[in-house]
């Protein structure tokens, strides 16, 4: 992948915690266009290389590169305001809707609030809402759009749909589509092949900590165990 094509760059990057190594020796890049599945199972080192895209996570060794910049170098705050991430799990602050998208952007005002709530295909009446008390996808919905709120160049999402329904789950993918197509690329964790196969247009599998060869690769998405 030629440099101006590369959203991150992982430069022999290995991240240890104790005697572990939850990364070792990462080597590749993620495309600057459309979605990336970090594809891999439990305990591979997904979320780790996510969380390394935004600094939630300093490697040990090596350099992640965000659009040919050493993350490292840059202001973190303003990374993240970049590089915006939702997590596995709905996090809701206490308050309404409206009070959501102000932690991110204090000075929203509330026409552009419900256009992002409904970029999230949630409508005008959730921004007088309770956030704690909306469902998981609706929760979901909402943390997406709060990272938005900040116009980020890149957006990361973590299994964020392993917790919800069908048809929650399908409207976040087709959020995540409709970004891409709209020119933010998406770096999604999943270990859901279907999911990889409905929403990826670039695939990097992880297994103990690297990025799988092309052979390991193949015999991972094989195993018949995954299911569908």
Do not use: M
């Given at each position: 992948m030629a440099a101006?094509?590369?959203?991150?760059e992982f430069d022999h990057v290995s991240l240890l915690t104790g005697d572990a190594w939850r990364l070792h020796d990462v080597r590749g890049a993620i495309s600057a266009h459309g979605v990336t599945a970090l594809l891999g199972p439990?305990?591979?080192?997904?979320?780790?290389l996510l969380r390394c895209c935004n600094r939630l996570e300093v490697p040990t060794e090596g350099v992640v590169r965000y659009r040919g910049d050493d993350v490292a170098t840059l202001d973190v705050l303003a990374l993240r305001r970049k590089v915006s991430m939702v997590f596995q799990r709905p996090t809701p602050f206490p308050g309404t809707c409206r009070?959501?998208?102000?932690?991110?952007?204090?000075?929203?005002?509330?026409?552009h609030a419900i256009a992002l709530l409904e970029r999230v295909h949630l409508d005008e009446s959730f921004l007088t809402r309770t956030a704690t008390e909306l469902s998981g996808g609706e929760a979901?919905?909402?943390?997406?759009?709060?990272?938005?709120?900040?116009?980020?160049?890149?957006?990361?999402?973590?299994?964020v749909t392993s917790?919800?329904?069908?048809?929650?789950?399908?409207?976040?993918?087709?959020?995540?589509?409709?970004?891409?197509?709209?020119?933010?690329p998406i770096v999604w964790v999943t270990h859901d092949f279907a999911q990889v196969r409905r929403i990826a247009d670039a695939t990097i599998v992880l297994i103990e900590g690297r990025v799988a060869?092309?052979?390991?690769?193949?015999?991972?998405?094989?195993?018949?165990?995954?299911?569908e």
């Open positions: 101006a094509d590369a959203l991150f439990s305990g591979s080192g997904k979320s780790t009070d959501n998208l102000r932690v991110a952007e204090p000075q929203i005002h509330d026409a979901q919905r909402l943390c997406l759009a709060r990272a938005l709120a900040v116009e980020p160049e890149t957006v990361l999402l973590d299994e917790s919800l329904d069908p048809y929650a789950r399908s409207g976040l993918e087709d959020l995540a589509r409709e970004l891409a197509a709209g020119g933010v060869s092309a052979e390991e690769a193949e015999a991972f998405t094989k195993e018949p165990w995954h299911g």
